[in-house]
C-alpha cells in the first residue's frame, strides 16, 4: 500500500537521507585563505578602475569649481576668510548708497553662467534685501553726505552723482581685501567703459571727487597708492572738483569726520552735564 506523500517506491524519506549523505561537510575558511582565493587579476585590469577614478576625480573636480568660482555669495559675511586678496567678485551694481560705497548682486561667471539671458538680477528693492554685498570702494574717501543730522560736504552730492552716473545698473569687478567695521567689503573696483577697463577709484580720484583714503592705521590700497596719491596730486594742481575752492577753506573727507565727531563728543557732554 501506498502511503499519503511518499513516493510509489515507498524510498521517499530513505532518498532524501542518502542525498544529504552524499553532501561533503563544509569546512571553516581562514580569513587568509579566503583573501588568497580572490581574483585579484580582475581587479588590476585598468578597464575595470579607471572608468571610475575618472568619475569620481570628475565629480569632486566640480563641486570644487562650483564651490570656489560659480556659487553665488549673498552677503558679506559669506564670504570664506581664504577669497580675500585671492578671489575677485563679479556682479552687477545694484543701488549707489554715497560717493564711495555701493551693493553688488554677486553673478559668478557672469553671462557664460546664464546671467542676463537665463538667470535675471532682481530689480525691485524687496527681491533684493539680503542678497546683495556692501562694497567700499578701497583708497579713497569721497565727501560725506548728510547723514544722522550732519551737514552734507561740498560735492558730496557730484561725488554721488557722478558715481551712480559710472556704475549703477553696470556689471563690475571687485578685487576683494577685507572686511571693514560697518561689515562692507573693501575692494578695488573696476568696470568696462567704452571697452577700455578703468578703475572707479583712480577716476574719482583724477577729477577731484575724492581724496586719498587718510588713516593712522588700516588704509586699503591694493598696492596702488602711489598711484592714487599722484592722481591726486594731478587733480589738486589743476584745482578740479572739491580742489576748486580756497585751500585755506578745503577741508577733507577725514577731516570733516573728525570735526564731526569731536561736535558730537563736545554735545553729549554737555547734555550730561545738564
Not at 90 to 99: A, N, P, Q
Request: net charge positive; proline share 5%.
Amino acid at each position: 500500500m501506498v502511503w499519503l506523500f511518499t513516493s510509489a517506491s515507498g524510498k521517499g524519506g530513505k532518498d532524501v537521507k542518502d542525498k544529504k549523505e552524499e553532501d561533503p561537510p563544509r569546512q571553516p575558511v581562514s580569513w587568509t585563505d579566503s583573501l588568497n582565493g580572490t581574483d585579484w587579476q580582475h581587479y588590476k585590469d585598468p578597464r575595470n578602475w579607471v572608468p571610475t577614478l575618472l568619475v569620481t576625480s570628475t565629480v569632486l573636480a566640480s563641486l570644487q569649481i562650483y564651490r570656489s568660482y560659480l556659487r553665488r555669495i549673498p552677503g558679506a559675511t559669506y564670504i570664506q576668510p581664504n577669497f580675500f586678496r585671492k578671489r575677485s567678485l563679479f556682479g552687477r551694481v545694484t543701488s549707489v548708497g554715497d560717493g564711495d560705497n555701493f551693493h553688488l548682486f554677486h553673478t559668478p561667471g557672469g553671462r557664460l553662467a546664464g546671467w542676463g539671458w537665463l538667470r535675471r538680477v532682481p530689480i525691485k528693492r524687496a527681491d533684493l534685501k539680503n542678497k546683495t554685498i556692501p562694497i567700499r570702494i578701497a583708497g579713497v574717501d569721497a565727501p560725506e553726505g548728510a547723514h544722522f543730522g550732519r551737514p552734507a560736504q561740498p560735492f558730496a552730492t557730484d561725488a554721488l552723482a557722478w558715481l551712480s552716473n559710472y556704475i549703477l545698473g553696470r556689471r563690475v569687478r571687485a578685487k576683494i581685501y577685507k572686511r571693514d567695521q560697518y561689515d562692507r567689503v573693501v575692494a578695488t573696483v573696476f568696470v568696462r567703459r567704452f571697452l577700455f577697463r578703468r578703475d572707479v577709484g583712480l577716476e574719482m580720484l583724477k577729477r577731484g571727487l575724492a581724496t586719498t583714503y587718510e588713516a593712522k592705521s588700516g588704509a586699503e590700497f591694493g598696492g596702488l597708492e602711489a598711484k592714487y596719491k599722484a592722481a591726486e596730486s594731478k587733480a589738486k594742481a589743476k584745482k578740479r572738483g572739491m580742489w576748486g575752492g580756497k585751500p585755506e577753506l578745503f577741508e577733507s573727507p577725514r577731516e570733516y569726520k573728525s570735526r564731526m565727531n569731536l561736535e558730537d563728543s563736545q554735545t553729549s557732554n554737555v547734555s550730561n552735564e545738564k
